[in-house]
């Protein structure tokens, strides 16, 4: 047989087993709040509130409701990592426009020193930029790898060449 409970929490009527309702697990909330309550910091398996964002490779940061830097985060109290280490660098929010870039391209690498902070429009100028140089110091490491292997050929002919001589 159930009974009826309202939750202590939000007001909203459920219905339970009357053993549940005596039981000492019963906290007299309905199954929605009991789940809410038990949410990030609540949890048991709580480790920090850092997850990496699979999408992109950012990492991510659950918030506090007292942080500082809440109001930079979205509904759901998270911010991109990279965002509230430089806040914090900086001691302010940042603004929209604001964008953090990772100076060795590496976007779990989020030191204070390897984070610069530019205008949003030039974000993307300046990663492309990186990327071309990048690429060009592979080809000049490929250019110098054929080079000294045409040197050592050129100078064996060479001994061949000019054996006798000398």
Known sequence: MKI???CNKC????FV????AKSKRNNNRCMSCAMKSLRRENSPHWKGGSYEDNGKGYRRLCLQHDDPFVEMADKSRVVLEHRYVMAQKLNRILKPTECVHHVNGDKKDNRPGNLTLIPRG?????TKLQVENHQLRNKIKYLEI???E???ISEE???????GEG
């Open 4 to 6: 009826e409970i309202r």
């Open 11 to 14: 007001g909203k009527h459920y």
């Open 17 to 20: 087993s009357k053993k549940y």
């Open 122 to 126: 030039s974000h993307l100028h300046l």
């Open 146 to 148: 054929e080079l000294n």
């Open 150 to 152: 045409y040197k050592k």
């Open 157 to 163: 002919k060479y001994r061949e060449v000019y054996k």
